[in-house]
């Protein structure tokens, strides 16, 4: 079996001011580093528009209809201070979600054995009617309440190494039973949630709050002796990241001091709990990460890793 890449032209059409970290070139750095050799073997996937049925899961239809009609024909709207949109915008969110979505479809129906979408704007501060941080749809929830709802899921895992907190999942999935989320991020930092306090309606949500200036072996100890208990507890059936990459050293809008080899082994770990748990099987959507340097070694690490791993499980159980 095999890695899935899920990537579209129209990550590239979600245009920001000029100066804005959340930029073309971070799409266009991924798409560079993955178009080596080694990544040759990834089973390269095209990305739908998602549907307004999956959406509805997480997002009420007049906020999708706000969403639609504020992007203008030409320049900017903004829906809040740093997060804006232009005529393609939309498109580009909805393709994002879709991404993720299709990952779970494919995974699922044993197409592949893990996946990564390489899509933007991300997702993960995206709140029920709210777009905020970049972000204007819940991806990774959406996908998450898709696994739940349509594939029938007992349990699913949403995991969140972004360094920042990804309060958009944790207010779509707070009252869902079903889905445990798990949220490594640097405080105080923006969006200032993510206290160890805020549980969910059924303490299904982790937050492990960390420190400006903790280091890539801290960042392990504390993965290792909270982060992955929680997750085996849980027993998911599948597990969805929300794979940030801004927490390394060189990202400018941040003071975390991960580095590659940092998002190396947290992948290595996640999918040693996915083979434990779920076959192997994994879904990882792009969040943030602004240094293009840093972001496109970080994500051919994580990549890399997912491609070395794919079928370990089914391979072991002799399948």
């Not at 580009?92 to 991404?99: E, T």
């Not at 699922?108 to 501060?125: E, K, T, V, W, Y």
């Not at 923006?190 to 309606?201: I, Q």
């Not at 507890?233 to 969805?240: F, M, N, S, V, Y």
Request: aromatic share 6%; charged share 20%; net charge negative.
């Amino acid at each position: 079996m095999t890695t899935a890449l899920f990537t579209h032209p129209d990550a590239a059409a979600h245009l920001m001011p000029q100066g804005h970290p959340e930029r073309v070139a971070r799409i266009e750095a991924i798409w560079a580093a993955l178009s080596t050799p080694e990544f040759a073997a990834l089973k390269r996937c095209d990305v739908p528009l998602i549907d307004d049925a999956a959406l509805l899961r997480c997002h009420p239809q007049r906020y999708l209809d706000r969403v639609a009609a504020v992007a203008p024909e030409s320049g900017w709207s903004s829906l809040d201070t740093d997060t804006h949109v232009m005529k393609d915008s939309h498109r580009a969110a909805r393709r994002a979600a879709g991404a993720v979505v299709a990952a779970v479809d494919l995974v699922l129906s044993g197409g592949a054995d893990n996946a990564f979408c390489a899509m933007r704007p991300p997702g993960h501060h995206a709140e029920r009617e709210t777009a905020m941080g970049f972000c204007i749809l819940g991806s990774v929830a959406v996908a998450a309440k898709h696994a739940l709802d349509v594939h029938g899921l007992r349990s699913v895992a949403v995991v969140d190494f972004d360094v920042h907190h990804g309060n958009g999942t944790q207010d779509l999935l707070w009252d869902e039973a079903r889905a445990i989320f798990i949220s490594t991020h640097q405080s105080p930092l923006y969006p200032g949630t993510g206290s160890v306090a805020e549980r969910g309606a059924h303490g299904q949500i982790v937050n492990l709050p960390l420190p400006p200036g903790t280091t890539g072996q801290h960042y392990r100890q504390i993965f290792e002796s909270h982060a992955l208990p929680a997750l085996k507890a849980a027993r998911p059936e599948l597990i969805l990241v929300s794979a940030g990459f801004d927490a390394h050293f060189a990202d400018p809008l941040a003071q975390l001091e991960l580095s590659a080899a940092d998002f190396a082994w947290i992948t290595e770990r996640l999918c040693d709990v996915a083979d434990e748990f779920c076959a192997g099987r994994l879904v990882s959507t792009l969040e943030g990460g602004y240094d293009l340097d840093a972001l496109a070694e970080s994500v051919a690490a994580h990549v890399g890793v997912l491609m070395a791993r794919g079928g370990l499980a089914r391979r072991q159980d002799g399948q």
